[in-house]
């Protein structure tokens, strides 16, 4: 167990420029994290902050896994890097393979990448790629979903529905058109899937009315839209949207780069709610959240259909990443699926879900909160905003990290998604500090 009991000195701040952060105000008031144990970060004083998003929906399984440390430093001192163009590694197989028998329905065919929106990225090339080569090239539209959220390379940001991510490059990018979100008066504050709403998957119906199925190439959502503040599907809506891709021919892709490795108490959020898309990204727990590493499952048939429309000796889709199938991060995932697997952390976050969503729920009667949610381990809390919007939520994830706790805030929306390995007394003590903070009326 990691012993260390002081910080280093704080390093100078100015030169880093960092992502998706208010640098002018993080420079005045910073918030650092300097080591992390179990469900624990520590911060410069040794002080002690409850992680309730397992990072960044990154770490289901804890920090400070030896097992994955191990064989990280291992893989580094047998093999340090090998490109993975025209050459391979056994550990890339070996991945694959582990990772070919958790995804569901014959989504086997396994492609590596280095993060969330390069998996994305990738995804839409495999669906232009497919319809290229089933001579369809005329399929070029993607469709995807108001509030979605799909990484940040020039198509996830085409395909996002967050109108601060789209503002600056949205213009930029494959032509998208966007369905409503799934959020509905009638499910406020209902934990687990609404009964409402299932008709909003018919507005894929009235994008192939206006622009043609023969157009569309992939219909492309996140199954439970997580970084905009967990809208849950309604029951149906994820079926429905499977039929009608069915029906036109258009690829269905599940953006999992969230709910991947249990979040929803499955491997993927494909099986929680029984439905199998075409084409499915991975990232973030892949490795427990150790090495950046990201993956796309693609079925068979786009798989074959790709490559068996490639000449004798061609390389069939001109694609890649240097750091693709990095064999460092390859040993992480191992390992991490290992951990996993062992210590059968997806049952026990389907156990801890019920006790998590009852104690989420019972923030509802807090004033400052107008919508509770959840699924699995995942939860999102809607706060009611002030004149600017997310000011609220930016301070008040502020003040919870002051308090002790550290987790993702999107505007006005506060997302919690503890680790699996989370004790029900812990669990307590973020929900504790939780309604703490939000019962400050300065905020």
Not at 94 to 115: C, E, H, K, Q, W
Not at 225 to 254: M, N, Q, W
Not at 288 to 302: E, F, I, K, L, T
Not at 410 to 425: C, H, R, S, W
């Amino acid at each position: 167990m990691n012993t260390h009991t002081t910080s280093p000195a704080r390093p100078d701040l100015s030169h880093h420029w960092m992502p998706f952060t208010a640098n002018r105000d993080f420079h005045a008031e910073p918030k650092i994290i300097c080591r992390g144990q179990g469900v624990w970060y520590y911060g410069e004083d040794d002080q002690p902050i409850l992680d309730a998003c397992s990072g960044l929906f990154t770490t289901p399984a804890g920090h400070g896994r030896v097992e994955i440390a191990d064989a990280v430093r291992d893989q580094l001192l047998t093999l340090d890097y090998g490109p993975s163009f025209t050459r391979g590694h056994p550990q890339s197989f070996r991945l694959a393979s582990r990772i070919a028998a958790l995804t569901p329905g014959g989504l086997d065919r396994v492609f590596f990448a280095n993060s969330g929106s390069e998996a994305v990225e990738t995804a839409l090339k495999m669906c232009l790629a497919y319809h290229r080569a089933r001579g369809d090239a005329g399929r070029s539209i993607f469709v995807s979903r108001e509030r979605a959220y799909h990484g940040v390379n020039f198509g996830g940001v085409a395909l996002a529905g967050m109108v601060g991510n789209r503002r600056t490059f949205g213009a930029i990018g494959p032509q998208v058109v966007h369905m409503r979100h799934t959020w509905r008066e009638e499910n406020r504050y209902v934990m687990g899937q609404g009964e409402h709403g299932a008709e909003l998957a018919d507005d894929l119906l009235r994008m192939i009315a206006l622009h043609g199925a023969e157009n569309i190439a992939a219909c492309v959502v996140e199954p439970v839209a997580g970084s905009t503040g967990v809208l849950v599907p309604p029951r149906g809506y994820l079926e429905k949207l499977r039929a009608i891709c069915t029906d036109y021919g258009i690829l269905l892709v599940f953006d999992e780069v969230i709910t991947g490795f249990g979040r929803l108490g499955h491997a993927f959020a494909a099986q929680a709610f029984g439905v199998v898309p075409d084409i499915m990204t991975m990232a973030k727990a892949i490795t427990n959240g150790a090495q950046p590493m990201a993956a796309v499952a693609a079925s068979r048939q786009v798989y074959d259909t790709i490559v068996d429309s490639a000449g004798e000796g061609a390389v069939e889709f001109l694609h890649g990443y240097t750091f693709s199938a990095h064999p460092a991060a390859c040993a992480a995932s191992l390992a991490a699926l290992d951990i996993y697997a062992n210590e059968r952390l997806f049952d026990r976050a389907r156990q801890s879900s019920a006790y998590f969503l009852d104690q989420l729920a019972s923030l509802r009667d807090l004033p400052l909160v107008t919508d509770v949610r959840g699924f699995g381990m995942l939860g999102g809390i809607d706060l009611a905003p002030l004149d600017r919007p997310g000011a609220r939520g930016h301070r008040v994830q502020k003040r919870l990290f002051d308090a002790g706790l550290h987790l993702k805030a999107t505007g006005d929306a506060l997302i919690l998604a503890p680790a699996f390995v989370m004790e029900p007394g812990e669990i307590d003590t973020m929900m504790a500090t939780v309604q703490s903070v939000l019962a400050k009326s300065e905020l």
